[in-house]
């Protein structure tokens, strides 16, 4: 498939380096945290109208058990030594780990019927991020460049796509495939502002200010003449750096009420939590938090209270707090992973992968509150009632957001459905 | 007397229960041994003939157990927190006292030396004293930064040991509760960054009968802690000065963590391998660094107790098999 824009020249011939391209005049600038133009943005036809939805993705990464979380299955077999507790609605149980966000049930609705039938880990993981299985033939965007391409005002001067995940961060990611370059996400790592978003002290501001306006000079001049998808895309890279330089504040949380980082707990995760709320108060239409690492083959038990118990105290902290400050009704909050944890408990305490029968959580936004959907039998081996999978919990998303999942952008000419055809929102999830 | 020798260990009885075994435990007489299993049950077996009993009333999985010293009584902590105290001679062994001792998993119970104490720990990393005859709590206090994972008296009475998913281990003086000193066995904790995994800790502690020695054991080298890939390693500690004076490892295990060690006598200690490598007996001593013999079960095996006084080995298996080995010809 052709990513290519059409546009005054008519081709991408004049592709070249973002290096090659400012090195004459040497310069590099405050772009440095927005490298890797991977593809190249494709024209859109028809204007695509914005609404004020926010979207914001847990991604548990390795795989969260369902029966440790939203699936519980006690006193069985594949039970576990953990217990399932009470919530806020009452009939819908989730496990002991999860006591705090059990106080938040009726803000939630739990998908229990997923069925991705994919155990690898990448490959569920762009399943459940695109909404598509991966082939050949085709690259699809991710959800949060879908979400940032459909939802973000550019006029935030902040990245409509950003992804916070533990370690290192900086760059871009490569995830809006036909949607361009725009798309792709900015990394945070950790809980730290982006890397390379403050000007050098050594560098004064007059300096500073010249550099970019002859940077601005020589790049007109050159786009007067040879326009490109790609030489937009760098221009664009720019930009949006400074802007977000501008409002680096914004990624500290140290700037929130101590009472409010307290709440949200003393570990990276709660950080992670606050950086979002933040970040969707001024603007960012989708924000991925990476909660690492479920992948417990293992000594499963022992992690998990490790993992859940930390995600439990950050996550219902940040459901509430949306709620309270009247957010939640315009954020769609999304917990998932690449597939579940087999019921089967293994020789070591650990459970392998399973994408046969798991859960996904949702909350806020146009999503039912206070419900499960689907099924699990008593072991939690297969779904027995309201099976879904990656493509539906996709079109379910859009939905939850105000987006007509069942458009489709037109790029090159060509007809592309924003989610899979084959697939269809959960109605029943939707209000 | 039975004369013991190690290197001449077999199986001699395996018995099945219903689902996976966790624990299990001997009675102070060596007729019975107790194991638990991940249906949340207990089983009582008759070591004369493997007739088993089974003892339901725990609401989650129990990882420790202990007899009072006459042996008419077991109790039992299970992961919901709960201590329950069993009349285990019974034909039908009955729940005579239940408590709700801890916040989330109890994951150690002794008994003391003279019988009058019951030591429980766990997640909620406070150690609580109860009177063991009535159930009574007589102290209770917070001791861990993290969860406690096990838990020794001293054989003089006087004081206890606990030991931490760090790899801490703390010396408590029982009659005013005060610590007494730290031990360092920080290389039982595996923290793997990549992984984000905390992982490790002191599964368990066992002092020699002489009390001269202390020893903790679990794993170590972590390099894959999600993918069971870390190796045994069995501390031992002079109790004189807290000195570590021998790390045990062992060569060819890749996959192995030390679920239990049990002190045979003054001279040897005994731990179980279970991981990925496997079910593993194995034998140590004072002046060798690895082990002087090892022992290899038909199945995984997931916790260990040793009567030594009729050279016996229990050991509870994944594969729902309870294993008595001899350790004689």
Wanted: aromatic residues 8%.
């Amino acid at each position: 498939m052709s990513n290519r824009a059409r546009y005054a020249c008519g081709s991408i011939d004049h592709a070249l380096s973002r290096r090659r391209f400012l090195g004459a005049s040497g310069l590099l600038g405050a772009s440095g945290l927005l490298g890797g133009v991977a593809s190249l943005p494709s024209k859109v036809a028809g204007a695509i109208p914005k609404n004020d939805y926010r979207i914001v993705v847990f991604n548990m990464h390795g795989g969260l058990s369902q029966l440790e979380s939203w699936d519980p299955k006690p006193s069985t077999n594949t039970g576990g030594p953990f217990r399932a507790i009470a919530t806020s609605v009452p009939g819908i149980h989730i496990s002991e780990l999860l006591p705090k966000t059990a106080k938040q049930m009726h803000r939630l609705c739990l998908l229990r019927g997923v069925n991705t039938a994919e155990d690898d880990h990448g490959k569920g993981a762009y399943m459940m991020l695109t909404g598509r299985r991966q082939t050949p033939a085709a690259e699809y965007p991710q959800v949060g460049s879908v979400a940032a391409k459909m939802l973000h005002d550019d006029q935030t001067g902040l990245p409509g796509h950003i992804i916070i995940t533990p370690g290192g961060g900086g760059g871009r990611g490569n995830e809006a495939a036909y949607l361009g370059p725009k798309f792709n996400s900015i990394h945070l790592g950790g809980d730290k502002p982006p890397q390379n978003s403050s000007k050098p002290d050594a560098i004064a501001q007059e300096a500073e200010d010249r550099r970019h306006l002859l940077r601005r000079k020589i790049n007109e001049q050159y786009l007067s003449q040879r326009r490109s998808a790609i030489t937009d895309a760098y221009t664009h890279s720019y930009e949006q750096a400074l802007k977000l330089m501008e409002r680096r504040e914004v990624f500290d949380v140290s700037k929130e009420p101590q009472a409010a980082q307290d709440k949200y707990g003393n570990s990276e995760l709660g950080r992670q939590c606050l950086v979002a709320r933040r970040l969707l108060e001024n603007g960012v239409s989708f924000v991925q938090i990476t909660h690492s690492n479920y992948d417990t083959h293992n000594d499963n038990f022992n992690f998990h209270i490790e993992q859940v118990g930390e995600f439990d105290l950050a996550y219902a902290t940040f459901i509430e707090d949306l709620a309270e400050r009247g957010m939640l009704e315009k954020t769609l909050v999304v917990v998932l992973s690449e597939f579940g944890r087999t019921p089967n408990i293994n020789l070591y305490y650990g459970r392998d992968h399973w994408s046969k029968a798991w859960s996904v959580a949702m909350a806020g936004a146009k999503v039912v509150p206070g419900a499960a959907f689907g099924q699990t039998n008593k072991e939690g081996t297969e779904v027995i009632d309201g099976q879904v999978d990656h493509g539906d919990i996709f079109h379910t998303i859009l939905r939850g957001v105000g987006v007509d999942s069942s458009q489709s952008l037109i790029v090159d000419g060509r007809e592309l459905p924003i989610a899979d055809p084959a697939a269809e929102p959960i109605w029943k999830v939707l209000v | 007397m039975i004369e013991l020798d190690v290197t001449k260990s077999h199986v001699l009885h395996q018995w099945k229960a219903d689902s996976p075994l966790i624990a299990c435990r001997f009675s102070p007489t060596g007729d019975h041994c107790v194991s638990t299993s991940q249906d949340n049950r207990l089983q009582r077996w008759n070591i004369a003939d493997g007739q088993k009993v089974v003892l339901e009333g725990h609401e989650s999985w129990v990882h420790a157990l202990t007899f009072n010293k006459t042996g008419d009584q077991l109790v039992s902590g299970g992961c919901e927190g709960r201590l329950i105290w069993w009349s285990i001679l019974e034909a039908q062994p009955k729940a005579i006292r239940t408590v709700e001792a801890h916040a989330g998993w109890i994951r150690g119970v002794e008994i003391s030396p003279d019988g009058a104490m019951l030591v429980s720990v766990g997640n909620d990393q406070v150690i609580r004293l109860w009177k063991a005859d009535t159930g009574e709590k007589l102290h209770e206090w917070p001791a861990h930064d993290r969860h406690i994972y096990s838990a020794a008296f001293h054989p003089d009475g006087q004081h206890l040991l606990t030991g931490d998913l760090l790899g801490k281990i703390c010396v408590w003086k029982l009659s005013d509760r005060t610590l007494v000193r730290t031990l360092d066995a920080a290389t039982l904790y595996s923290p793997n960054k990549g992984q984000n995994a905390e992982f490790g800790g002191v599964r368990s502690l066992a002092i020699s009968p002489n009390g001269n020695e202390i020893y903790a054991a679990g794993t170590h080298k972590g390099s894959n802690p999600f993918g069971a890939v870390h190796e045994p390693l069995l501390l031992r500690f002079t109790w004189a000065d807290g000195a570590l004076t021998k790390s045990h490892v062992c060569d060819g295990i890749p996959g192995g963590l030390l679920y239990r060690t049990v002190a045979l006598n003054d001279a040897t200690v005994t731990a179980v391998s279970g991981g990925s490598s496997g079910g593993i007996l194995l034998f140590f001593n004072a002046t060798q660094e690895k082990e002087f013999h090892r022992a290899g079960l038909p199945s995984l095996a997931r916790d260990m107790d040793i009567h030594a006084a009729k050279g016996l080995v229990a050991t509870a298996h994944f594969d729902q098999h309870l294993r008595i080995s001899a350790l004689f010809a």
